[in-house]
């Protein structure tokens, strides 16, 4: 992170004070230190999350470039996967596209064997997806690749570091993504903990 001079010395206690006396002259904890909310840190934001999925899909686009799909097909695979027996329905609200966009990217799957599609058993109009085995390991497959970059980022930050990026990855996501979160996570244990 770059601070100019003016950022520095802002961020900075007084020269011949305490910390205490330092912490105490910029106000609550809460509103200390707001240097992050300057455009350039914003920025510097954006550049981070940009270049972050970059790499992070990076191994997993090569895999399924050698196959003719893309990163449509890999969030599929990823949230049927992450919930066997999605309604198409729900898959849609996830992935916020029309149906036909999920058409052109989930019949392809269905036909090579990587996904089942079976009707409700309430509502017959209903279509019920999951992988099958071929897409289970194919998902895994996809998974391991991504698992080591994202392991590696966290040994390297340290748990209190997850947990602050665990937090702004939540402020960033509307009500609705948060909502369909929980229910990837599934039901909170004692001690706010999720399974």
């Known amino acids: 992170m770059m601070l100019t001079k003016q950022g520095r010395e802002a961020a900075m206690p007084p020269q011949g004070s305490n910390a205490a006396d330092a912490a105490q002259d910029r106000g609550p904890a ?3 230190n707001l240097l992050f909310l300057r455009e350039e840190e914003l920025r510097l934001a954006q550049d981070l999350l940009f270049f972050g999925y970059r790499d992070f899909t990076a191994g997993a686009d ?3 470039a050698g196959l003719g799909m893309g990163r449509a097909h890999h969030r599929v695979l990823h949230f049927v996967g992450r919930s066997p027996g999605i309604t198409v329905g729900d898959l849609l609200g996830i992935l916020a596209i029309t149906k036909q966009s999920l058409g052109r990217v989930l019949q392809p799957l269905i036909e090579e064997g990587y996904v ?3 009707p409700g058993r309430s509502d017959r109009r209903q279509r ?3 992988l099958t085995e ?3 390991a194919f998902e895994r497959q996809l998974f391991e690749r991504q698992r080591e970059t994202v392991m590696r980022a966290y040994r390297e930050a340290g748990p209190d570091a997850v947990e602050g990026f665990r937090r702004v990855m ?4 509307g009500a609705d993504a ?3 979160l929980e229910k990837l996570e599934g039901p909170q244990r004692p001690g ?3 399974r």
């Open 30 to 32: 809460a509103g200390r």
């Open 128 to 130: 019920l997806l999951s």
């Open 170 to 173: 939540r402020g960033l996501m």
């Open 192 to 194: 706010g903990i999720r």
């Open 62 to 64: 090569e895999i399924l």
């Open 116 to 118: 089942t599609q079976i």
């Open 178 to 180: 948060r909502m369909r």
């Open 134 to 136: 071929k897409g289970v």
